[in-house]
């Protein structure tokens, strides 16, 4: 059962466009939604996250929409480089436990 | 910087064979976890562990084992393995959940095939 569905699995981008991953839950008990960039050959690490108590956070040019009521949030990557090129996982977790639940990923592939 | 170091980049065992992962991590962070990823499940927690001697099982525990006799220190053991343990294995630490320090710092993984 997956409890953090993600899509797409991969995705292609034109430099300079907007990526945009989704993600869905369904325990509404989550309440902290971090994303996680991870290059090949290395382990992901955190990009950027979010509360379910504002429904935008931007850090540079990536920014978490979140939509509570739907149960959703999604990563927007304005100007996507090709060093954006990774893979991308959302997750989320509850608030004082500390299991993580991560989506499938989305392979992200920006081309000149 | 935190640094999550795993000792082997690439494992290549034979069926049956009793597997050893290790992990250490140099920041005194009270979790560790083990993670497994697969193309198109993402990544999936095999166990996890909040203090030394403690742990929990994650959402596919069958097949492993785990050990943390000291706090910088989480082993994966498979005690027999077989081809469908085949994986990425994915350590990871975090200082502590619920005070606004949910982070988790990921070593590099380690490359399984079981032959």
């Known amino acids: 059962q997956q409890q953090v569905k993600q899509s797409p699995q991969s995705l292609i981008v034109q430099k300079g466009g907007i990526s945009i991953i989704n993600c869905a839950y369904e325990n509404t008990a989550f309440d902290y939604f971090p994303w996680y960039q991870q290059f090949p050959g290395k382990g992901p690490a955190l990009l950027i996250a979010?509360?379910?108590?504002?429904s935008e956070k931007k850090e540079g040019r990536f920014t978490i929409s979140f939509n509570k009521s739907a149960k959703q949030f999604s990563l927007h990557i304005m100007d996507s480089q090709p060093g954006d090129s990774a893979t991308y996982f959302c997750?989320?977790?509850?608030?004082?436990?500390?299991?993580?639940?991560f989506g499938i990923g989305t392979k992200l592939q920006v081309i000149p | 910087d935190v640094k999550v170091t795993q000792s082997s980049r690439y494992l290549v065992k034979r069926t049956g064979e009793k597997v050893f992962l290790e992990c250490v991590q140099d920041m005194d962070h009270e979790n560790m976890f083990w993670y497994r990823q697969d193309p198109g499940l993402g990544l999936r927690l095999i166990y996890f562990?909040?203090?030394?001697?403690?742990?929990e099982k994650g959402d596919i525990p069958e097949g492993y084992s785990v050990s943390r006799e000291k706090k910088e220190r989480f082993s994966l053991i498979l005690e027999s393995a077989s081809t469908n343990q085949t994986s990425m294995y994915l350590c990871?630490?975090?200082?502590?959940f619920g005070g606004g320090n949910e982070k988790l710092f990921f070593g590099s993984g380690t490359q399984l095939s079981v032959l």
């Open positions: 562990s909040y203090d030394v001697k403690m742990k």
């Open positions: 979010i509360r379910p108590d504002v």
């Open positions: 990871a630490s975090s200082l502590f």
């Open positions: 997750a989320a977790t509850t608030w004082g436990y500390q299991k993580v639940t």
